[in-house]
């Protein structure tokens, strides 16, 4: 048997045989000449072969090239097949400059016929036949980069004594809102919980005495969304520091992270991304700009747009106004905004002792938030009173509580959605597009 050799592989090879194997994107089948693209998980390359036909006038023929030909003939799109043949460098060919005169052909599985999708199929069919629609060069490099993206964080975290924790996903309460769980049967007639967030557990490893965490793992909120930017069960991106001075730590180690993330994917795909999304991958300028969340309001308001929320915070398209503010004004991607009321805060979130507000931010990217992050409350009175003014019963806390009764060092950290960041940083106008297999109110399969 031959060594599989990959397409990206076939321009540094010299001419001769090589086996190939991926599945048929398309088929030219001419009188004298057929030509079968050839797909693989690297790329394209184009197999050509002499068609040998049956003689009009009943000569006999080869018989081992009719039954080639025919083979070829049949073939359908999606088919998967090994190809052994001649490789040949010739510039004239377009894709790649190569080419392989097929020798021989091993069909491991053939498609049907017709195919269920096409290329002007609505997201919603797409996401039916999810495995036919990632066979594009397209959705095969949103996966590639989402990588990238993942290899160059745990990289940057490993680099500087991160420690990786994976944080349980069956809880026995709720991490974030009661509103937005998950029950799930659990034994002896209990109900536990799908994770919301790994919130509780990260704070627990700052207990713990490991300084200086991150995770990257599943969480499940049961939000009856159906935004472009929402999803019941998504990827999350967290980190957990100890010894902060305040949420300014925080950022600045994030702004740092994605800064070396970016960069990455920029010197790995930036110019595939670029052929591919029509966008040049912007490795961003740190320190990020931050505005504090009333300075935000009254930009927002100033650009003509009266925000509707009542509780002081910035809705959807507030953020795309910041964000765009911030685009004419600094020439950024991204912007931290600051100094958030405890109502709109999680109970958890420090405040400052001289202004009131929670020492906490949000992350917008080109005008989407993909980030809340604080320092949090370690002093555990503090808590217990943070948590009753938000009607929470601390005996239901007492768990987490227990976390800070036995000494817990000042500590903060961030959750920030995968998908969100994939989406915008390659343009994309729904979470859908860049997520594997999407989870949504209305969407459990494929």
């Known amino acids: 048997m031959s060594e599989r050799v990959l397409v990206q592989q076939l321009q540094s090879r010299e001419d001769g045989l090589v086996s190939v194997s991926g599945w048929v994107e398309t088929v030219r089948d001419q009188k004298k000449v057929q030509f079968v693209i050839l797909r693989d998980e690297t790329g394209a390359v184009q197999l050509v072969n002499p068609a040998t036909r049956p003689a009009e006038d009943g000569s006999e023929q080869d018989a081992a090239a009719l039954a080639l030909t025919s083979l070829i003939s049949e073939l ?141 793992g599943d969480v499940f909120r049961a939000d009856p969304s159906f935004t472009s930017r929402h999803a019941t069960e998504f990827t999350s991106i967290d980190a957990e520091i100890s010894w902060i001075d305040s949420h300014e730590d925080v950022a600045a180690m994030q702004e740092e992270l994605l800064q070396f993330a970016f960069q990455a994917v920029k010197d790995k795909h930036g110019a595939e991304i670029a052929e591919l999304f029509g966008v040049d991958v912007q490795v961003p300028a740190t320190p990020f700009p931050r505005i504090p969340l009333a300075e935000a309001r009254e930009i927002v308001a100033a650009r003509g747009y009266e925000i509707p929320r009542t509780d002081g915070d910035l809705d959807p398209e507030g953020e795309r106004q910041i964000s765009a503010h911030v685009a004419e004004t600094y020439g950024h991607q991204f912007v931290f905004i600051t100094d958030y009321h405890p109502e709109i805060r999680a109970f958890y979130h420090m405040r400052d002792e001289e202004t009131g507000l929670t020492k906490s931010y949000d992350l917008l990217f080109n005008g989407v938030e993909i980030t809340t992050g604080a320092q949090r409350e370690h002093r555990v009175d503090v808590l217990i009173e943070q948590a009753k003014e938000k009607g929470l019963d601390p005996e239901h806390l007492d768990f987490y509580l227990d976390f800070f009764r036995y000494g817990a060092p000042p500590h903060g950290g961030f959750g920030m959605g995968l998908a969100r960041v994939l989406m915008l940083l390659l343009g994309e106008s729904s979470i859908r597009e860049v997520t594997y297999l999407f989870r949504g109110p209305t969407r459990l399969a494929p």
């Open 76 to 216: 359908s799109t999606g088919t998967f097949l090994t190809v052994t043949g001649e490789l040949k460098h010739d510039e004239r060919v377009k894709l790649g400059g190569v080419e392989i005169k097929i020798g021989g052909l091993d069909v491991a599985a053939p498609a049907l016929p017709e195919t269920p999708i096409a290329a002007d199929s609505g997201l919603d069919k797409r996401m039916d036949w999810r495995f036919l629609d990632l066979r594009q060069r397209r959705n095969n490099l949103i996966f590639r980069v989402q990588t990238t993206l993942e290899h160059a964080m745990r990289t940057y975290w490993i680099e500087r004594d991160y420690i990786e924790i994976h944080s349980p996903k069956l809880m026995a309460s709720a991490s974030e809102s009661a509103a937005e769980l998950f029950e799930v049967p659990y034994f002896e007639d209990k109900t536990a919980y799908l994770a919301q967030s790994p919130q509780f557990f990260k704070q627990m490893a700052q207990s713990a005495g490991f300084g200086k965490i991150f995770e990257i």
